[in-house]
Nanobody, 123 residues
Framework: VQLQASGGGLVQAGGSLRLSCAAS????????MGWFRQAPGKEREFVAA????????YYADSVKGRFTISRDNAKNTVYLQMSSLKPEDTAVYYC?????????????????WGQGTKVTVSS
């Protein structure tokens, strides 16, 4: 099983980034997928999640209206489009896979994790 996140980088406040997470080694289309983030000295927090075929999406209040999660099951890839970025969005972003779609905002319900990609938003 592998989840390879990419797309992080340094961006100015108000800018945009698109994160990608390529999955392999498991039945991607049968898993909910999620994005979490962890800032230095802080707990890991839920960002967004998406159902098997993308029909349902879930967002943390802090990113609602600014971030969009999507997936392409043909490519085994999940995306996180981030816009209107703020310095408080600075963190390492992780993609993860949740079988069954239970408790999508709780990291404990995710079986597989990627290595993370760092996002830094300058003010």
């Amino acid at each position: 099983v592998q989840l390879q996140a990419s797309g992080g980088g340094l961006v100015q406040a108000g800018g945009s980034l698109r994160l990608s997470c390529a999955a392999s080694g498991f039945a991607f289309a049968t898993y909910f997928m999620g994005w979490f983030r962890q800032a230095p000295g802080k707990e890991r927090e839920f960002v967004a999640a998406i159902s098997w075929r993308g029909g349902s999406t879930y967002y943390a209040d802090s990113v609602k209206g600014r971030f969009t999660i999507s997936r392409d099951n043909a490519k085994n890839t999940v995306y996180l489009q981030m816009s209107s970025l703020k310095p408080e969005d600075t963190a390492v972003y992780y993609c993860a896979a949740n079988y069954g779609g239970r408790g999508v905002s709780d990291w404990l319900n995710y079986s597989y994790w990627g290595q993370g990609t760092k996002v830094t938003v300058s003010s």
